[in-house]
């Protein structure tokens, strides 16, 4: 499957059980190749935050819930400042998609929190945030229906 002029990306162990049946890869890479529609958006999503279960969703119906999966490959704390008993944090994640006919990509996301008085409360946040964001940004080059 070629997504949108983009490098094919495959793993090593491609093997014909794992293949989508070419029928399959056609509905997916036309599903693929459309704009989300708005019954996919919330007031949430158009302002920038949340949407990483719909993503997961849309995801799961279009590849099958056992068509795709998804690996955290690192998380680093960027920075951690404390001033007057505030915390604020700032975390990256890359995150690869693998299809499971080996295709795959990969992205980095971003989370912070900012001015938190408990430090391992603004970590979790910035953490979470990070690895959220990673997933829905690797998605979504997979096509303009997971924008």
Not at 22 to 41: D, M, R, S, W, Y
Not at 79 to 90: H, K, L
């Amino acid at each position: 499957m070629v997504f949108n002029g983009d490098q094919q990306n495959r793993s090593n162990n491609n093997n014909n059980n794992n293949q989508f049946p070419h029928k399959e890869e056609k509905v997916i890479q036309a599903t693929l190749n459309k704009q989300v529609g708005p019954e996919f958006l919330s007031n949430r999503l158009r302002t920038g935050g949340g949407g990483k279960e719909v993503c997961i969703n849309i995801a799961n119906n279009l590849f099958g819930f056992n068509g795709w999966s998804h690996k955290i490959e690192n998380l680093t704390v960027d920075f951690v400042d404390c001033e007057a008993g505030n915390y604020s944090v700032g975390v990256s994640a890359t995150c690869k998609v693998i299809l499971k006919d080996g295709t795959f990509h990969m992205d980095v996301g971003y989370g912070s929190a900012d001015k938190m008085k408990n430090k391992s409360m603004a970590l979790e946040k910035a953490k979470k945030e990070a690895v959220a964001d990673a997933l829905k940004r690797t998605l979504r080059k997979f096509g303009n229906f997971l924008a």
